[in-house]
């Protein structure tokens, strides 16, 4: 199991915040601290995972399958342009991604992961193992 890495924090994140934070020492990042939150439980015949992506719209995150990992990623993009600036000292905005591989194994394929989001929740229910019937040989016909 992979964890995200985090390069989304700025220089400049706790100018206003922390005026005794000493160079070299800093806080972790509201950001970084609730990066998918995941439960992982056993159901019977499936795994449901459940990851937490609180202000995440459903079209901006997505799984897949790639080598036998199950890979989560979300990205947010909450720099908005506005056209009253005026009277600000600061203004926080938020751009990022994040991306989650779980090991499932070589033999889950699309149509046997479940998924659905909703209130900024992903559920994933993912089988313990699954028998695909093996293809048969096909041979190539040799006139001669």
Do not use: Q, W
């Not at 033999?107 to 659905?116: C, F, H, S, T």
């Amino acid at each position: 199991m992979y964890m995200p890495a985090f390069f989304n924090d700025s220089l400049f994140d706790d100018l206003f915040t922390d005026c005794n934070n000493t160079a070299g020492r800093r806080n972790i990042s509201s950001k970084a601290a609730g990066l998918m939150k995941t439960d992982i439980k056993e159901d019977g015949d499936n795994y449901e995972l459940s990851i937490e992506l609180p202000g995440y719209k459903k079209e901006n995150v997505n799984a897949e399958l790639k080598d036998g990992y199950l890979v989560v990623s979300a990205t947010v993009d909450d720099t908005k342009d506005e056209k009253n600036d005026e009277g600000f000292i600061r203004k926080e905005r938020y751009y990022g991604s994040m991306t989650r591989s779980f090991y499932v194994g070589k033999d889950i394929k699309e149509e046997d992961v479940k998924a659905k989001f909703e209130n900024g929740l992903l559920i994933l229910d993912v089988p313990k193992e699954v028998n695909h019937p093996e293809e048969e040989k096909k041979f190539i016909a040799i006139e001669g």
